[in-house]
């Protein structure tokens, strides 16, 4: 994990301003006078994929803020399996479990090469006590997480593997048309399904010209067609 200083603090909030997701990240609400109250360093840190940001059940010391890239939020089954849980895209907020001092739900792991502001736990506890406008970022967090967490159960986890893999690269369709798709074996993790099956899947969407593989793993969709096999119209 690489690491550099955003800034020792804060108190211009110009960097933070600059940010080119700023309208999504938590700090969306706050002023200039809200950051005139952060005394710890917020850092930026780079994860490789396939490298793990935080580990299941390890200490809850910090939240992060994706600017780019792909997380997985996976658990671990007792019979040595993974499912992955939700996925993390840039401005959702990882490891908010640690603003309640709690230990991190699951293990987060970068599927893309993958930028994160780290923001101390501290700092939030501070900014929810002394600015509504924070608190009211955390509530609505929660909120996303739960309805994503509802979405992810329902759309990934009910009817055939075709229709969960349509509404999955419905998910992660970029405007450009294009999605990039995981190893296998997360595709098979996310759906619920075996490596094997995910692979076959895979080659039945290519068959229906769902979608066109431009490069490894990467592929043009062709939203009509998922659309319809998502409806089972097709």
């Not at 969960?164 to 619920?192: H, K, Y």
Request: hydrophobic fraction near 40%; aromatic fraction near 6%.
């Amino acid at each position: 994990m690489k690491q550099g200083r955003i800034e020792e603090v804060w108190s211009s909030g110009a960097k933070c301003e600059a940010c080119g997701i700023r309208d999504l990240v938590l700090f969306a609400d706050l002023d200039q006078a809200d950051f005139s109250l952060i005394h710890l360093p917020i850092d930026e840190v780079e994860v490789a994929a396939g490298e793990v940001l935080y580990n299941c059940q390890s200490s809850g010391a910090y939240l992060y803020t994706v600017r780019s890239g792909l997380l997985k939020l996976v658990q671990y089954l007792p019979d040595g399996g993974q499912r992955i849980v939700r996925l993390l895209k840039p401005g959702a907020t990882a490891g908010l479990e640690a603003s309640l001092g709690q230990p991190y739900e699951h293990t987060a792991i970068a599927l893309q090469p993958t930028a994160l502001c780290r923001i101390p736990r501290q700092v939030v506890d501070r900014l929810s006590r002394e600015t509504p406008r924070l608190h009211a970022q955390l509530m609505q967090r929660w909120h996303d997480s739960l309805r994503q967490a509802d979405d992810w159960l329902t759309g990934l986890s009910t009817g055939k593997a075709p229709q969960r893999l349509a509404r999955l690269l419905i998910q992660l369709m970029e405007p450009d048309g294009t999605a990039t798709l995981f190893s296998r074996e997360d595709l098979g993790a996310m759906l619920g399904i075996t490596t094997e099956h995910a692979s076959r899947t895979v080659a039945e969407l290519k068959r229906q010209e769902a979608i066109f593989e431009l490069s490894p793993n990467r592929y043009l969709c062709a939203i009509d067609q998922l659309d319809c096999i998502d409806a089972a119209d097709c």
